[in-house]
């Protein structure tokens, strides 16, 4: 098994090195032990190995894991003769801050649709989007239809204006992206191996399945036994499963190998995410000790929610002192600024 397993990945590596690519990322991103963290969770001793994947840390506009995808997007964005990119997400998108980032690295324009909710006062992402120069288009409404008709009203005005536009879905969660994430858990797995580590456990935010799906793919395909275990964002399992399994389907057609993740091998946590956007209490608890053990600054609506997750399991004893758990950092740090009324809560 783990002999196919080193085929299908050099199969995999072949085939993503084929894609149309345009590198925005100082990659590989480090792989940080956490030992205080560690301790703190666990003062007997008897919390796993923490590392943490500082996908944070991928440069471009701040960082985070959107720029890994953006990378795929805007190679074929500009293999097809684009000119600018549209995407969509939240008024605090990071996802749709590093499009902008991205659009602007190469040279073309980026035109943002928000979905309302939030606070429309320019801090944050909000403030990031801005400054780089993106066009900012809040939806009159936030949902499905109206998000869908703004974005085909934008599309079909840039095509009048004589322009080619190239739509980014949300989160860049498509199997392109998701090939972002199996290229990643690939280059995760090689850290690990020139490290002695035994990776048991990968543990990250999910919202929209991109990251997921990519880092699903890839531990079937190393075929380690790692398990991928996806803290939501808010989003249920029942809806974020299926997309997370038919992603990984595109993925593989895409790559033309022989990959599947069923639905019910898709792990969501649901129970930590309450309602997206709104910061847990837990989540908060996670903020406050991580930057206090490690200096790491995690965000209130994506991995401040995962880390409250991967802190509840080692307090559950899920792992062995003896076994190694990833935390996945996907970045997002720009959002702690516009949630200054709720984070003031966690000073002492």
């Not at 290229?183 to 399945?209: D, I, M, P």
Request: aromatic share 4%.
């Amino acid at each position: 098994m783990k002999a196919a397993g080193n085929a299908f990945e050099r199969t995999a590596h072949e085939r993503l090195a084929a894609l149309p690519r345009v590198a925005l990322a100082p990659l590989p991103t480090p792989l940080e032990d956490a030992p205080r963290l560690a301790r703190a969770l666990a003062p007997a001793g008897a919390a796993p190995r923490i590392l943490i994947k500082r996908d944070d840390l991928t440069g471009l506009a701040m960082g985070g894991n959107k720029v890994r995808k953006l990378e795929y997007h805007l190679g074929e964005a500009l293999a097809q003769g684009c000119d600018v990119l549209v995407t969509t997400g939240a008024i605090q998108s990071n996802h749709c801050r590093v499009t902008a980032a991205a659009a602007r690295k190469a040279g073309l324009e980026a035109v943002l649709v928000l979905r309302p909710g939030e606070s429309e006062a320019v801090q944050g992402n909000l403030l990031l989007d801005h400054l780089l120069g993106a066009h900012v288009r809040i939806a009159a409404a936030p949902d499905p239809a109206t998000m869908e008709s703004t974005i085909a009203g934008e599309l079909d005005a840039l095509r009048r204006g004589g322009r080619k536009p190239y739509l980014v879905p949300k989160g860049a969660s498509t199997p392109l992206g998701a090939a972002a994430y199996l290229a990643a858990f690939l280059e995760l797995s090689h850290q690990a191996a020139s490290r002695g580590v035994a990776v048991s456990a990968v543990v990250f935010c999910t919202g929209t399945g991109g990251t997921h799906a990519g880092l699903a793919a890839g531990a079937v395909l190393a075929a380690g036994g790692v398990d991928v275990l996806g803290v939501s964002d808010g989003a249920s399992r029942a809806d974020l499963a299926p997309i997370v399994s038919d992603l990984v389907r595109g993925l593989a057609a895409r790559l033309d190998i022989p990959l599947a993740v069923p639905t019910d091998a898709v792990v969501v946590l649901e129970e930590y995410g309450g309602t997206y956007g709104v910061p847990t209490p837990a989540c908060l608890e996670a903020i406050r000790l991580t930057a206090r053990a490690e200096g790491l600054l995690l965000d209130p609506v994506y991995t401040g929610k995962a880390m409250a997750g991967l802190m509840d399991l080692v307090r559950q004893g899920r792992w062995r002192d003896d076994q190694a758990v990833v935390f996945w950092h996907t970045g997002g740090q720009p959002a702690l600024f516009a949630y200054a009324d709720v984070l003031g809560d966690v000073s002492d």
